[in-house]
């Protein structure tokens, strides 16, 4: 793994970037991994927190996962592989009680076919990813996927399980858990708009511990079981089980992870202005679709590419994927004691409920984003009712799920049908109709 020293491997001058081949001094890059970690961290401890899978064995397969894509991209992408929150939904509703193996045999199902898509990729290109999901559609199919969980993080707030019922034992109350989400997303959005760089560019895990030091004084939190956990030790590994019917509810979740790959290639490529990383994209595909199927296999979160990292690598003009390499093997070492694992599951309902309504907004609105950066015009028929339908499907679900035998299909999954289904029909219809269908929008910005 050959690095290319840039400068005099201390500092980077105003007008230049630390590229991807090169690297800073190693206590330079040290640094810079510890950086990648925490813009990481928050979004990537909350997915298992809210979906009942074990932190710490979420955090190992993130760190494994991104050093494996760094082996097959060949050190040419600068990239985090952290936990992905397309995949909550499908989670919460194939999870039965505390067995979460159905949902790992759904994540591993998706992470083959995302792989397969790579490869599809490497061969001929992505100019059929554009036919198929034209700017409209990958936007509608990010934003429901985010507007879909509304439900889910309204109940965290209100201190509820994705059943309805109260959460027993270390959960406080429901007055309190309110306060607490208040409290986390007035942190989040004063931090948000008072700093700028990194500290506002985390301001979601800086929330996440004012809220939990506010809980900390209410006296509402339970350390039974980080005093019991061992400073060392491996994860909790769980295997999948076999369960077809989920995975209607899955497999639509490789649009969107599509859509956030090949989006976060084009931004790498245009921040290093280097083109040649755009041809990357099967690769980082597969190697996406690779760690999503290791992850399942060994009971932890789907992965993904995070923007979040992106954004620091935008802010300190470093790209060296020797900085990530560093971030992966500090994720795996932390990964490595139970008490930590121990230590994020006394986060209270209210804090993650805080955070979650501002991150799921969040994502729904890249969707719209997508389409405002690629001018979608919705006074266009086609471009119109496919995106109506599929939204108030995807919201109107939340939790809920509709089962067809035994096949299961979630707000995602039907939201995601119906937004490619009805353009691609309302566009055929105008052909035979004998109208010349122009494209009404251009491809998305990265």
Known sequence: MPWTLHGDGKSVAPDAIVKPGERLGWPQTIGFGAQHVVAMFGATFLVPLITGFPPSTTLLFSGIGTLLFLVITRNRVPSYLGSSFAF???????????????????????????????????????????????????????????????????????????????????????????????????????????????????????????????????????????????????????????????????????????AENVGHVRSVAHLVEDDSINEMTGKTLFSDGAATIIAGLGGGSATTTYGENIGVMSATRVFSTAAYWVAGVIAILLAM???????????????????????????????????????????????????????????????????FGDIKLGGIAIGTAAALVLYHLMAGLEKLRGDEVRSEETPAKA
């Open 337 to 403: 004691s139970p008490k930590v694992g121990a230590l994020l599951f006394t986060i209270p309902n209210g804090v993650i409920g805080g955070a979650t309504l501002a991150l799921y907004g969040i994502i729904g609105l890249i969707g719209v984003r997508m389409w405002i950066d690629a001018r979608v015009d919705f006074g266009v028929q086609r471009n119109l009712f496919p995106v109506a339908v599929a939204l108030i499907l995807a919201m109107g679900m939340g939790n809920d799920v509709l089962t």
């Open 88 to 258: 909550i939904a499908p989670v919460l509703a194939a999870t039965s009680g505390d067995d979460f193996s159905a949902a790992l045999f759904g994540i591993v199902v998706t992470g083959v076919a995302l792989a397969v898509v790579g490869l599809v990729v490497n061969a001929v290109g992505t100019g059929w990813i554009h036919a198929l999901m034209p700017p409209v559609v990958m936007g509608a199919i990010v934003a429901l996927i985010g507007f879909n969980l509304a439900q889910a993080s309204w109940n965290n707030v209100i201190n509820l399980d994705a059943g309805g019922s109260f959460m027993p034992g270390r959960k406080p109350a429901d007055n309190e858990s309110v306060l607490l989400a208040t409290v986390t997303v007035v942190a989040i959005v004063v931090i948000a708009a008072v700093f700028r760089g990194l500290i506002g560019r985390i301001a979601v895990l800086l929330g996440f511990v004012v809220g939990y030091l506010v809980a900390l004084a209410m006296g509402v939190l339970d350390f039974t079981g980080v005093e019991a956990a061992a400073w060392i030790g491996f994860p909790e590994f769980t295997t999948p089980s076999v369960d077809w019917a989920v995975l209607p509810m899955f497999l639509p979740v490789v649009f969107v992870l599509v």
